[in-house]
């Protein structure tokens, strides 16, 4: 069956370009019939023959916008080819979209165009894609609503998982839980929650950080809510503060090309190779102009899985990106105001129970990008000699939506299985130790230890605790502890 749209486009000879992840194609069909990875089309509703424009409008039409494809094929089309179709046609959207895109990707105006007629277009469908501020252009009448800039942008689809995350409304609930709690529960809860973030973030990279360090990256944590922009040299100075030692510092965007290695001695352990230095800053000063841009359209979650995971593949250090990428995270969701000041999400320790999606999530773009280099002989004391074989695009453009559906996922388990979890803890704790110290004198170290015991083993205490405390513990306080451990976890779930 013949390939249609982006299939065709992504086939043509030097486009290197990621292959859809649905593909149109022609078939004894009478209508546009969807398929499980693609869809059948009809030869009246296919390109008739191998035009490139003709293929373009099919896919601005019935695909939606895949900038990465269209960055590489949009240029071949002939500008006197896209002035007749103008011309024949001034009010068509996809038209303009196409000539729109295509000064866009030479930086070339068309000239003698004619009058554009029509109302003016977004160039993402809001029903299909999450969209971001608009941009009005009015060349063409057709607006940039992308998630990013037009040099750079994330494409995130209107998937199911995306739908109901947005509809959860994450950050309402972590403002209305800071509301029912009492304060120095939450306070509580909120330094366990510093600590377990500061903890797996550095344990996610495999490292172990001084108590100095720590307690530095905990401090930075908390300075998130200062909703400082993002700029080269702030991001310099927070690069300083997370790595584990000061010669891993960096004064600046690295100048030197970067690669990721899963620790073998051979090229294939190279797993993926970021942009090049110069289009990495390019990159970088794209990814901060809309970061500090107006963001009050966009949900907080979204903003903050684009930037954290575009950070870690653009990779502007040598090291140390990773922590960086989910420091972002929790700074972006502080500086769209919606989470309230001194509130945390521990995204890093919720990452760290769900590690095998978190690193499918970064392979489903990095495994695409890696296939498109080619790497040479490898020596583990030299950097290998690798050749870039695609087109900036790919880096410019990239499909997020893997990305904020974990991003989602993430924030709802770190408000839900983290924080909401070690407040009713704590609560629970409370309950036992105000009921047990009502009823018995037991030394506060001994009936502390007891305690957190019953709580972290199901609301029951072993025999190995029970008989190291029993010297100094009555027998009938070990039950007791275990009915006020239960009754404190019934009273939770009527509440």
């Given at each position: 069956?013949?390939?249609?749209?982006?299939?065709?486009?992504?086939?043509?000879?030097?486009?290197?370009?990621?292959?859809?992840?649905?593909?149109?194609?022609?078939?004894?069909?009478?209508?546009?019939?969807?398929?499980?990875?693609?869809?059948?089309?009809?030869?009246?509703?296919?390109?008739?023959?191998?035009?490139?424009?003709?293929?373009?409008?099919?896919?601005?039409?019935?695909?939606?916008?895949?900038?990465?494809?269209?960055?590489?094929?949009?240029?071949?089309?002939?500008?006197?080819?896209?002035?007749?179709?103008?011309?024949?046609?001034?009010?068509?959207?996809?038209?303009?979209?196409?000539?729109?895109?295509?000064?866009?990707?030479?930086?070339?105006?068309?000239?003698?165009?004619?009058?554009?007629?029509?109302?003016?277009?977004?160039?993402?469908?809001?029903?299909?894609?999450?969209?971001?501020?608009?941009?009005?252009?009015?060349?063409?009448?057709?607006n940039f609503n992308g998630i990013g800039t037009p040099r750079y942008c994330a494409t995130v689809e209107r998937t199911a998982a995306i739908g109901q995350g947005l509809d959860e409304r994450i950050l309402e609930r972590a403002a209305d839980l800071m509301q029912r709690?009492?304060?120095?529960?939450?306070?509580?809860?909120?330094?366990?929650?510093?600590?377990?973030?500061?903890?797996?973030?550095?344990?996610?990279?495999?490292?172990?950080?001084?108590?100095?360090?720590?307690?530095?990256?905990?401090?930075?944590?908390?300075?998130?809510?200062?909703?400082?922009?993002?700029?080269?040299?702030?991001?310099?100075?927070?690069?300083?503060?997370?790595?584990?030692?000061?010669?891993?510092?960096?004064?600046?965007?690295?100048?030197?090309?970067?690669?990721?290695?899963?620790?073998?001695?051979?090229?294939?352990?190279?797993?993926?190779?970021?942009?090049?230095?110069?289009?990495?800053?390019?990159?970088?000063?794209?990814?901060?102009?809309?970061?500090?841009?107006?963001?009050?359209?966009?949900?907080?979650?979204?903003?903050?899985?684009?930037?954290?995971?575009?950070?870690?593949?653009?990779?502007?250090?040598?090291?140390?990106?990773?922590?960086?990428?989910?420091?972002?995270?929790?700074?972006?969701?502080?500086?769209?105001?919606?989470?309230?000041?001194?509130?945390?999400?521990?995204?890093?320790?919720?990452?760290?129970?769900?590690?095998?999606?978190?690193?499918?999530?970064?392979?489903?773009?990095?495994?695409?990008?890696?296939?498109?280099?080619?790497?040479?002989?490898?020596?583990?004391?030299?950097?290998?000699?690798?050749?870039?074989?695609?087109?900036?695009?790919?880096?410019?453009?990239?499909?997020?939506?893997?990305?904020?559906?974990?991003?989602?996922?993430?924030?709802?388990?770190?408000?839900?299985?983290?924080?909401?979890?070690?407040?009713?803890?704590?609560?629970?704790?409370?309950?036992?130790?105000?009921?047990?110290?009502?009823?018995?004198?037991?030394?506060?170290?001994?009936?502390?230890?007891?305690?957190?015991?019953?709580?972290?083993?199901?609301?029951?205490?072993?025999?190995?605790?029970?008989?190291?405390?029993?010297?100094?513990?009555?027998?009938?306080?070990?039950?007791?502890?275990?009915?006020c451990a239960q009754a404190a976890e019934d009273s939770g779930s009527a509440d």
């Amino acid at each position: 069956m013949r390939a249609v749209g982006y299939a065709f486009l992504a086939s043509l000879p030097g486009v290197t370009a990621f292959a859809p992840q649905y593909a149109a194609q022609l078939g004894p069909v009478t209508r546009m019939t969807p398929l499980p990875r693609g869809q059948l089309v009809p030869a009246e509703v296919a390109p008739a023959g191998t035009s490139v424009l003709e293929h373009v409008l099919f896919a601005l039409k019935h695909e939606g916008v895949d900038l990465q494809i269209l960055a590489q094929t949009v240029p071949r089309i002939p500008a006197e080819q896209l002035r007749q179709a103008i011309a024949n046609k001034p009010g068509g959207v996809y038209i303009r979209k196409a000539c729109y895109l295509r000064e866009l990707f030479t930086g070339d105006l068309l000239l003698e165009r004619p009058t554009v007629t029509g109302s003016p277009a977004a160039l993402f469908d809001p029903d299909r894609y999450v969209t971001g501020p608009t941009r009005n252009e009015t060349r063409w009448r057709v607006n940039f609503n992308g998630i990013g800039t037009p040099r750079y942008c994330a494409t995130v689809e209107r998937t199911a998982a995306i739908g109901q995350g947005l509809d959860e409304r994450i950050l309402e609930r972590a403002a209305d839980l800071m509301q029912r709690v009492p304060k120095d529960v939450l306070e509580r809860a909120l330094s366990w929650a510093y600590l377990e973030e500061t903890q797996h973030s550095f344990a996610i990279e495999r490292e172990s950080p001084s108590p100095q360090k720590a307690t530095a990256f905990a401090q930075l944590l908390r300075r998130a809510h200062d909703r400082r922009e993002l700029s080269e040299d702030y991001l310099v100075d927070l690069h300083a503060a997370t790595v584990t030692t000061p010669h891993l510092a960096e004064f600046s965007y690295r100048t030197a090309q970067n690669w990721l290695s899963a620790g073998t001695s051979t090229s294939v352990g190279v797993t993926y190779v970021p942009p090049p230095p110069t289009l990495a800053r390019e990159l970088m000063d794209e990814l901060m102009a809309f970061a500090n841009g107006d963001l009050s359209m966009l949900d907080p979650i979204v903003c903050a899985s684009v930037i954290s995971f575009g950070f870690v593949y653009i990779h502007p250090f040598m090291d140390g990106n990773g922590r960086l990428s989910r420091f972002l995270f929790h700074q972006t969701l502080c500086r769209s105001g919606e989470l309230p000041d001194e509130m945390m999400l521990p995204v890093s320790a919720a990452i760290a129970k769900h590690l095998p999606a978190y690193s499918e999530t970064l392979k489903h773009y990095s495994r695409q990008v890696r296939d498109r280099w080619t790497v040479g002989a490898y020596d583990p004391d030299q950097p290998p000699d690798m050749q870039f074989n695609s087109d900036p695009a790919i880096y410019r453009y990239w499909n997020a939506t893997a990305a904020v559906e974990f991003g989602l996922q993430m924030a709802r388990s770190a408000l839900d299985d983290q924080i909401a979890h070690e407040v009713t803890w704590l609560q629970n704790y409370d309950r036992v130790h105000a009921a047990v110290s009502a009823r018995y004198d037991v030394r506060g170290p001994d009936l502390a230890n007891l305690i957190v015991a019953c709580l972290n083993n199901s609301n029951r205490l072993s025999t190995r605790k029970r008989d190291r405390y029993a010297p100094t513990v009555p027998a009938e306080v070990f039950d007791f502890i275990e009915q006020c451990a239960q009754a404190a976890e019934d009273s939770g779930s009527a509440d």
